[in-house]
Each structure stands twice: as structure tokens, then as C-alpha cells.
């Protein structure tokens, strides 16, 4: 399983959480992961953890102020990249534009959507994985993989039926092994979350936890 934590704008020590990613990582089969803020990147890159970025624009090197290059991402270190979460919404075209410029860069890429039609669409764009993350979950503690498990299985269905290449991963209130056991039972090869380990008073605890039952 994939376990991605992102960070989002919390305000946890990235090279901390970091660390523990790093650590946690050494002691299972699963692939741990984090995403901090952009500008976080480079230090967080620098303890050892697979380092992911938020988001990237669907842009080249040019007059493009304050936004987001793909090429810069990965210079920091960030080995891949999410694109439209949930928090950061993007039009079709731009989402085909930031997949396009995270391959050109060489990143992996997540593209998020909210519902299975969505991740249908996402999965006709070629990314390596999609994310379905219900936007009402997100941030609760009511793991998707409990509290809408049809909405993961239609997901993994939607993706597989456009390309099945296309992993699926699954987002919103999931912070216990229990949880990624149970998104893993509905055929998503990973979890993205953020507020179980960036908001946690232990972050190598709960990351332990996540990846104990693995
Ligand atoms: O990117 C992560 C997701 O939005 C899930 O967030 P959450 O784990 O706080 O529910």
C-alpha cells in the first residue's frame, strides 16, 4: 500500500513529519510519503523521505509569477506531485496540462477527483494513480473506506474501465491501520491523508499505527 501524507497548510513541523515518514518507512512493506508546502520542499527532501509536492501548474519556464513549475518541484527534491485536490480545483484542461508538465519534469503523478465519474475522467488523462477523496469527509475522521465504501469500489471500477494501468488510491478521514486495511479490501492500492498524522501529537504514532496491520 501507498500511504501519502500531505501536509496541506497545518502547522506541524514538515521536517519533523518528515523524519517519521522517513523512519516509519524503513519498517515496512508499505511506501510512505509526504507532501509539504512548496516551500517546504527542499528541507523536507533533504531527510530522506519520498517527498511529493501539493500541486503544479500546467505551465512552462516564462512569465508565469507566482506560480507553481513543475521543473522547480522537482529540483527541490519532490519525486512526484498531486494535482486537483480537492483544496486546490482545477479545470479538465488544466489538470491534462499539470500531468503533462509533472511527466516532462519526470514526477509521478495523483490526480484527485470527488466522485467516480470524476476519477473516469481523471484516469482518461494518463496519470500514474487517481484519488477519490469525498470533499464532505475530508478532514473528520470518518474514513471514506467506512462511511461511503461504494464510492471506492466505483472508483476503482471507473479507473479500471479507462485504463487500467491507472492506480487507485482513496482520501478523506482515514487516520488508523484499520482504515487503510479496509480502503485496501475495496481495491485502492493507497490512502492520501493529511489531518491523522499532520495534526497528531505523535506523528511517528499514528504513522505506526497506519501501517501496522500491512
Ligand atoms: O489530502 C488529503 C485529504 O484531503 C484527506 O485529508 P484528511 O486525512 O485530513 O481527511
Known sequence: MFVLVNLKTYPCDPVAVAEAVRDVNETTDARLAVAPQAAHLERVAETGAETWAQHVDPIEHGSN??????????????VGTLINHSEQRLK??????????????????????NNPAQIGAAAALEPDAVAVEPPELIG??????????????????????????VAVLCGAGISTGDDVVAAGDLGSEGVLLASGVAKADDPTAALEDLVAPL
Do not use: N
Not at 509569477?65 to 519532490?78: C, F, I
Not at 473528520?140 to 479507462?162: F, K, L, N, R
Open 140 to 165: 473528520t475522521g470518518t474514513p471514506v473506506s467506512q462511511a461511503d465504501p461504494d464510492i471506492v469500489e466505483d472508483a476503482v471500477d471507473a479507473a479500471e474501465s479507462v485504463d487500467d494501468d
Open 65 to 78: 509569477t507566482g506560480h507553481t513549475l513543475a521543473e522547480s518541484v522537482a529540483d527541490a527534491g519532490a
Open 92 to 113: 479538465l484542461a488544466d489538470i491534462d496540462g499539470s500531468v503533462r508538465a509533472a511527466e516532462r519534469a519526470g514526477l509521478e503523478t495523483v490526480v484527485c477527483a
